[in-house]
């Protein structure tokens, strides 16, 4: 091999060690503070841009509950909001049913999750018969179905419920459910489970 050759195979070896030590962080021609700089940018965490605060915390006793609307509940009712969104959003309240407490017959036009928190329950799609739910159960009802849910006879229930919004409604309240209809369990009515009737946004 010339001396030529060798000159510029030391020359590739040299750009090749050089090209590892950036990829690595390592020391390079400008010296290992320049190393040191660039491991110390790429663990840098993301600059928060915005002045709103990172973490927001709504305090238990900040957020008070409220009895249920006659209107709109059959029996003790206790409501907390847990947090609201803008008018196409959701949002989410702890209820509490005392023993035979329940709600009217309504619907949501987005849908509703309920999360059984205590006790045992009842909920009620019209047309269907009635389900029990215990603590621990999730239950999804779909946007437009009409239904109803609360308390046994001999059993308080608690539940977080979480609704969705539809241009500032979440619910539409409907007709008290009966004591024949909450005691028998059975299939309510021959006309369809979905309607389309608005009410006020609830509390």
């Not at 369990?185 to 009410?199: C, F, L, N, Y």
């Amino acid at each position: 091999m010339t001396k030529a050759h060798q000159r510029t195979g030391a020359a590739v070896l040299a750009g090749v060690a050089g090209s590892a030590l950036l990829l690595t962080g390592g020391a390079t021609d400008s010296g290992p503070a320049a190393g040191a700089a660039t491991a110390r940018a790429a663990s840098a965490e993301p600059v928060k841009t915005s002045s709103d605060p990172g973490i927001v915390v709504s305090r238990d006793k900040d957020r008070e509950s409220t009895a249920g609307a006659p209107d709109n509940f059959t029996g003790e009712v206790s409501i907390q909001p847990l947090y609201t969104g803008d008018e196409n959003s959701e949002g989410a309240s702890d209820v509490r049913f005392s023993e035979r407490a329940r709600t009217v017959w309504h619907t949501h036009p987005d849908g509703q999750r309920l999360i059984i928190t205590e006790g045992t329950g009842w909920v009620q799609e019209w047309g269907k018969k009635r389900i029990t739910v215990h603590e621990g159960d999730v239950i999804w009802i779909a946007p437009g179905v009409k239904h109803w849910h609360g308390a046994t006879l001999d059993s308080a229930m608690a539940h977080t419920a979480v609704t969705y919004a539809v241009d500032g409604t979440n619910v539409h309240w409907l007709e008290p459910v009966t004591d024949d209809q909450y005691l028998s369990g059975k299939r309510q009515g021959t006309g369809p489970a979905t309607v389309e009737r608005r009410r006020p946004l609830a509390s």
